[in-house]
C-alpha cells in the first residue's frame, strides 16, 4: 500500500517502512515555539474563516520501498492536482488525479488514474460534539464510507472516534479494479494541546485495515513553521510486539494565487513525512479521506488548536 507524501509516500522495508502523508518539501529550523498562540496550519471551516469556493492544491508523491534482495529501493514520484470545492455550509467535494513522473512499481501505478474523490458534510451535533462524514476514494486504495467525531472537554482536552467500511479499490480511467471483501475500521482517543510547551499528546487504540487492534501513543511539538512528532504503537505480529518511529510535518511558504474571488490556485499548506518501524507493512495502517490529512493536523488536532 502506498501512504500519500502531498499527498503522502512509504517506505516498506523488512525491518522497517518510511511513509509521507501530506505536504511539500522539507526544511530544518531551530525556530523556538511559534510566538502566536497557536500553530499556523488551521481548517477554515472550523476555524470560522471564509475562503473560496474552489481551491486547487498540487500535491507532489514521492514513494520507495525496500521490498527486493537484488536493488537498494524501487522509487516513484507523481504530482497530483487536487481539486477541492466548498458546495455548501460544512459541505466540500474533493477530486484528484495522479500523474506519475517516474514510477518503479506496479504497471498501473505507473498510469495516470484518479486519487481522492470524496464528498465530505461536516455537522454540530448536540452536547458539543462535530462530525465529519466521508464518501469515496480515499488513500492506501480504500473506497467506502467514513465517519469522525470530536467532543471538546476542556479548553485544550478532546476525545474523539472514527469508524469506516471500507473496500480495496484501484481506479483506473478506462477500468475500476476491486476486491468484494471489506474491512471494518475504528478507533477511540483523545488528545490534549500544553500550549505553553507547544506540545501535543494523543493516545488512541484502534482497528486498522488488517484487522489488527493496536493502542498508539503519540507526542508532538510545535516549532513556528515546524512540527517534530513520536510514537508509539502495539502490533499484533509474531515476534514483534512493539512499533515505534517519528514524523514531521513543514509548514510551506504561501504561493496562493486568486484566479477571481472564488478560485485559488496553490502548491499544498505543508509536508509531512512517518517514519515507521515494523516487519509486516499492512499491520497498523489507518487510511486518510483527505490529502491534507496528516499526523499534526487532521480532524481531531485542529479543534484544539483553533478553541
Known amino acids: 500500500m502506498v501512504l500519500f507524501i502531498f499527498c503522502s509516500a512509504a517506505l516498506h522495508a523488512s525491518a522497517s517502512e518510511l511513509s509521507h502523508l501530506d505536504g511539500n518539501v522539507l526544511v530544518t529550523t531551530d525556530s523556538a515555539y511559534v510566538e502566536q498562540s497557536h500553530p499556523t496550519t488551521i481548517d477554515p471551516l472550523d476555524a470560522g474563516v471564509a475562503k473560496p469556493a474552489i481551491n486547487l492544491r498540487v500535491y507532489p508523491q514521492f514513494s520507495f520501498r525496500n521490498s527486493r534482495l537484488d536493488r537498494f529501493y524501487r522509487t516513484q514520484l507523481n504530482l497530483n492536482p487536487t481539486l477541492h470545492m466548498q458546495l455548501w455550509k460544512g459541505a466540500e467535494a474533493t477530486a484528484q488525479v495522479i500523474i506519475p513522473l517516474y514510477n518503479d512499481y506496479s504497471i498501473e501505478e505507473g498510469k495516470i488514474r484518479p486519487g481522492f474523490l470524496t464528498l465530505s458534510q461536516k455537522v454540530d451535533l448536540p452536547a458539543g460534539i462535530r462530525m465529519m462524514t466521508t464518501l469515496g476514494h480515499f488513500s492506501t486504495q480504500r473506497t467506502g464510507g467514513d465517519v469522525k467525531l470530536f467532543r471538546l472537554l476542556a479548553p485544550n482536552l478532546g476525545m474523539y472516534a472514527q469508524a469506516g467500511l471500507t473496500y480495496w479499490t484501484f481506479p483506473l480511467f478506462d477500468r475500476w479494479i476491486n476486491f468484494q471483501s471489506h474491512r471494518v475500521s475504528w478507533r477511540f482517543g483523545g488528545n490534549y494541546f500544553l500550549e505553553s510547551?507547544?506540545?501535543?499528546?494523543?493516545?488512541?487504540?484502534a482497528q486498522y485495515l488488517d484487522n489488527d487492534i493496536a493502542l498508539r501513543?503519540?507526542?508532538?511539538?510545535?516549532?513556528?513553521?515546524?512540527?517534530?512528532?513520536?510514537?508509539?504503537?502495539?502490533?499484533?505480529?509474531?515476534?514483534?510486539?512493539?512499533?515505534?518511529?517519528?514524523?514531521f510535518t513543514i509548514a510551506l511558504p504561501d504561493r496562493r494565487k486568486s484566479i477571481t474571488r472564488n478560485i485559488d490556485i496553490a502548491p499544498a499548506d505543508d509536508f509531512s513525512l512517518e517514519y515507521v518501524a515494523r516487519p509486516y507493512s499492512a499491520r497498523g495502517v489507518f487510511y486518510r479521506t483527505s490529502p491534507a490529512e496528516n499526523s499534526s493536523h487532521n480532524f481531531f488536532n485542529n479543534f484544539l488548536f483553533t478553541h
Open 217 to 247: 501513543g503519540e507526542v508532538v511539538r510545535f516549532f513556528k513553521k515546524a512540527y517534530v512528532g513520536f510514537y508509539l504503537q502495539t502490533l499484533q505480529y509474531e515476534g514483534y510486539s512493539l512499533n515505534g518511529g517519528f514524523f
Open 197 to 205: 510547551a507547544g506540545l501535543l499528546f494523543n493516545a488512541n487504540i
